[in-house]
């Protein structure tokens, strides 16, 4: 079955340093990838997604991820952290590739910012 | 409207009851799912609707549970003699193909069952 695995449950990053959180996926061919954030209070918001083409993905909010197929591997980074991002992060793979998004979410990471 | 809209916010519910849960799509989006997120865990996807086709059910877990839509208007859930278990926030999200399938998610429904 396919599935989706954020390997860390939180993450503290002080304001200003990198960010990179991890994400692996269980699927045969190449999935459609996604990036969520969920801020305390708010509904989810896609932050970037990869479905073909350039492996390097730029998003929203200065983030990007890149698509490694021989790491089966969807890490999303940010250069500089800011207060602002401290949410919970949620990578998710579209398995049907129809473009109607059928989501696989894994369990999510939760981003604190330390000043 | 603006977004995607859900009531009741939080809904607090003895076990055995029914629940209805609600969801008010982006006008215009022809594509209305909805996800089920138990504490500290991902989002599971429920069931799917789009347009007036038959609507994918691979992800309900029981048939306790149940979900209409009228159109590409509001859908309910419904939950039948509650669990506890089925104690989570249940999200709802709405996609168009003219805004390239990106799902818009709601604020949530906060389902307690005691």
């Known amino acids: 079955a396919q599935s989706v695995t954020q390997p860390d449950i939180h993450i503290t990053v002080s304001e200003g340093a990198s960010l990179e959180l991890r994400c692996n996926y269980s699927y045969g061919a190449t999935p459609y990838l996604f990036w969520y954030v969920q801020s305390p209070g708010q509904g989810l918001q896609l932050l970037l997604k990869y479905f073909s083409g350039d492996t390097l993905v730029q998003g929203i909010k200065g983030f990007e991820a890149e698509f490694k197929r021989s790491q089966s591997s969807f890490n999303l980074r940010k250069p500089s952290v800011h207060w602002s991002d401290a949410a919970e992060y949620f990578c998710a793979v579209d398995t049907t590739n129809t473009g109607f998004q059928k989501l696989v979410f894994g369990t999510g990471t939760r981003l604190l910012v330390s000043p | 409207g603006a977004g995607v809209s859900q009531s009741p916010s939080n809904k607090v519910t003895e076990k055995g009851k029914d629940v209805e849960l609600r969801c008010d799509p982006i006008s215009g989006h022809t594509a209305l799912y909805w996800y089920r997120q138990r504490l500290g865990q991902g989002l599971e996807f429920l069931i799917y609707?789009?347009?007036?086709?038959?609507?994918?059910k691979s992800g309900l877990p029981s048939d306790r549970f149940s979900a209409e839509r009228t159109g590409e208007s509001v859908s309910t859930l419904t939950i039948q003699r509650t669990q506890q278990e089925d104690s989570a926030v249940y999200l709802c999200?709405?996609?168009?193909?003219?805004?390239?399938?990106?799902?818009?998610f709601g604020p949530g429904t906060r389902l307690t069952v005691l």
């Open positions: 609707f789009q347009g007036n086709s038959a609507p994918d």
């Open positions: 999200a709405s996609s168009d193909r003219a805004g390239g399938n990106e799902q818009f």
